[in-house]
């Protein structure tokens, strides 16, 4: 099992930025990629940015592509979503997660951290 604590959002107006960030503890060793997800409200949670830590490989949603960057900091197990040109529709609570090898996810969804883009 890993532990996620995220942190970083708050409220930003159109086109501003926010760097959010992810701590992970316990069983790190076992993490294959890492993920930001969000869940707007009445929405379902979706997926926006995965990274896996070795050779940085990186996707994203449509919706964030150009303006989010996924990355880590292996040596202190802490993952980062570097978010500018914020639009209203970003507004969500966003999460990270990470899968080991066989895709499953290895952490319980946590508080989360709000972000909230005003227009």
């Known amino acids: 099992q890993v532990q996620f604590v995220e942190s970083g959002g708050g409220l930003v107006q159109d086109g501003g930025s926010l760097r959010l960030s992810c701590a992970a503890s316990g069983f790190t060793f076992a993490i294959r990629a890492m993920m930001w997800y969000r869940q707007a409200p009445g929405k379902e949670r979706e997926l926006v940015a995965t990274i896996i830590p070795v050779g940085e490989i990186t996707n994203y949603a449509d919706s964030v592509k150009g303006r989010f960057t996924i990355s880590t900091d292996n040596a202190n197990n802490t993952m980062y979503l570097q978010m500018n040109s914020l639009k209203p529709e970003d507004t969500a609570v966003y999460y990270c997660?990470?899968?080991?090898?066989?895709?499953?996810?290895?952490?319980?969804w946590g508080q989360g951290t709000q972000v909230t883009v005003s227009s």
């Open positions: 997660n990470a899968k080991n090898r066989g895709g499953t996810l290895l952490g319980s």
